[in-house]
């Protein structure tokens, strides 16, 4: 397994609770991917066995998936497990890694957080005004609700990558000190 390619995390009380929290989110959203598991084998039983596939079955593994999606990003981000296009980056200093997370996070996550959850307010407030359920009449009665994990993992995502600026302004106020140079 490869090391996350983050700068070596410094103390930083607020990142480290910042990360304290996403980690218990993050975990607690995992066992959604258990359940999924078990939905998708009992859909599969119901559907080859019994020839009896069931419209809510279906539409909860899509909620239980974008909620493990959703939810998991943020831990991705604090834990450098994410997917990262490296081609220079791993040559860099200690110090060109914090400024690189400082702009990505500055310049393309908070920005693209920040549209992804000013504009999903309405798409989900629209949802719990109307009651909004499935299209199937054997479907899913609360599409509301997973409608609302989108802003609220948006803003999870944001604080996540807020620890890992705080961590990356801390190697550069130490002027590149910590970590290989």
């Given at each position: 397994?490869?090391?996350?390619?983050?700068?070596?995390?410094?103390?930083?009380?607020?990142?480290?609770?910042?990360e304290?929290?996403?980690?218990l989110?993050?975990?607690?959203f995992?066992?959604?991917?258990?359940?999924?598991?078990?939905?998708?084998?009992?859909?599969?039983?119901?559907?080859?066995?019994?020839?009896?596939?069931?419209?809510?079955?279906?539409?909860?593994?899509?909620?239980?998936?974008?909620?493990?999606?959703?939810?998991?990003?943020?831990?991705?981000?604090?834990?450098?497990?994410?997917?990262?296009?490296?081609?220079?980056?791993?040559?860099?200093?200690?110090?060109?890694?914090?400024?690189?997370?400082?702009?990505?996070?500055?310049?393309?996550?908070?920005?693209?957080?920040?549209?992804?959850?000013?504009?999903?307010?309405?798409?989900?407030?629209?949802?719990?005004?109307?009651?909004?359920?499935?299209?199937?009449?054997?479907?899913?009665?609360?599409?509301?609700?997973?409608?609302?994990?989108?802003?609220?993992?948006?803003?999870?995502?944001?604080?996540?990558?807020?620890?890992?600026?705080?961590?990356?302004?801390?190697?550069?106020?130490?002027?590149?000190?910590?970590?290989?140079?």
């Open positions: 397994m490869t090391q996350p390619s983050h700068p070596p995390p410094l103390s930083s009380p607020l990142a480290d609770s910042i304290h929290v996403v980690r989110v993050g975990r607690t995992a066992w959604s991917y258990l359940v999924l598991v078990l939905v998708i084998i009992a859909q599969v039983v119901l559907r080859k066995v019994f020839n009896n596939g069931q419209i809510a079955l279906e539409e909860l593994q899509w909620h239980l998936y974008a909620i493990g999606v959703l939810f998991g990003l943020s831990y991705a981000e604090i834990t450098g497990t994410h997917v990262r296009v490296d081609i220079f980056y791993h040559r860099f200093t200690a110090k060109a890694k914090a400024w690189v997370e400082v702009v990505t996070v500055l310049f393309f996550v908070w920005p693209f957080m920040y549209v992804i959850f000013i504009h999903s307010l309405d798409f989900v407030y629209e949802a719990w005004r109307v009651g909004e359920r499935s299209n199937a009449p054997s479907g899913l009665p609360w599409r509301w609700l997973i409608k609302s994990a989108i802003p609220f993992s948006a803003a999870l995502l944001a604080f996540a990558s807020l620890a890992r600026l705080l961590r990356a302004m801390a190697v550069i106020r130490q002027g590149g000190q910590h970590g290989s140079e």
